[in-house]
């Protein structure tokens, strides 16, 4: 168990949140919690708020007002904890010619907290990582001739190398294959079982969010529903999300065909 934790305070706290994005209220005041070792998606249409929403969370943008607490702790108190929280952003690139391999940037996932381990002790956590997201093979690989997806899965194992109380997740999967997806979504799943990590991830995903999740926030700029995914994606619900008719077993819709003077 990490230090610190208790299973009944919530490692989130976010309190009548508003963000602005330029002139934009891109989040118009939301609350929730996120208890420890709980699984939550944040579900919504595209520009409903979701990556505002988190990058609040992580300290990345100002709110307009309204307050978070990470691990009970608000504003700069909270900061002491970063190397807590791993995070996984929607939008990522690198170079070609980035002087970095896969494994030397997974390295740069052992921070201060683990200055004590050999360097051998280093090299196995890193290959461990690796392992479990089934790069091993491109370890010595730089990261700029990466695909889109194993770069997905390296910043997993950055993600992985120590041990985390909070991952933050923003369409992680997408980009990642059929057979890739399956797995990341069991390891988060064996994470939060088995290690009692929290995660907060924005998902368009449906089938996976209804299969793992405890719990699905439902936006458009403001919450619209929150609870289990028993009750948040019923078709009612997901009507008024998205304003059309999607189901988490029938929202891959067949590409529509494109009208003859396109
Ligand atoms: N830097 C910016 N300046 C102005 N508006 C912005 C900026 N960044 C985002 N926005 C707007 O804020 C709104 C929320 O964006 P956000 O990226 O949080 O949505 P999202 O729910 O994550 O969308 P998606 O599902 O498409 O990733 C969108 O309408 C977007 O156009």
């Not at 607490?69 to 996984?88: D, M, P, V």
């Not at 990261?143 to 390296?154: A, D, F, H, M």
């Not at 057979?179 to 799943?189: P, S, V």
């Amino acid at each position: 168990m990490h230090q610190n934790l208790s299973v009944t305070q919530p490692i989130v706290t976010v309190r009548n949140l508003s963000v602005m994005r330029g002139e934009y209220l891109a989040v118009d005041n939301v609350s929730f919690e996120l208890l420890p070792g709980t699984h939550t998606a944040i579900i919504g249409p595209n520009g409903a708020g979701k990556s505002t929403l988190i990058k609040s969370i992580l300290g990345l943008l100002e709110a307009r007002a309204g307050e978070i607490s990470l691990f009970n702790c608000t504003g700069k108190q909270s900061k002491r904890f970063k190397q807590e929280i791993g995070y996984i952003p929607q939008k990522f690139s690198f170079e070609r010619t980035f002087p970095l391999t896969v494994s030397e940037l997974v390295g740069l996932g052992l921070n201060s907290k683990q200055w004590w381990y050999s360097s051998k002790q280093k090299r196995e956590k890193i290959y461990q990582a690796l392992e479990q997201v089934h790069l091993t093979k491109q370890a010595q690989q730089k990261i700029g001739t990466l695909s889109g997806g194993e770069l997905k899965r390296v910043l997993l194992a950055y993600c992985l190398v120590v041990p985390r109380r909070l991952l933050v997740l923003d369409e992680a999967l997408a980009g990642v294959d059929a057979t890739g997806e399956m797995e990341f979504a069991a390891l988060l799943h064996n994470l939060k079982q088995e290690q009692n990590w929290t995660i907060l991830e924005v998902s368009h995903d449906l089938d996976l969010v209804s299969k793992y999740c405890d719990s699905v926030i439902c936006m458009n700029r403001r919450l619209l529903n929150q609870g289990l995914p028993s009750t948040t994606l019923t078709p009612e619900n997901l009507l008024h999300i998205y304003g059309s008719l999607v189901s988490p077993t029938c929202h891959h819709h067949e590409p529509s065909q494109l009208p003859e003077s396109f």
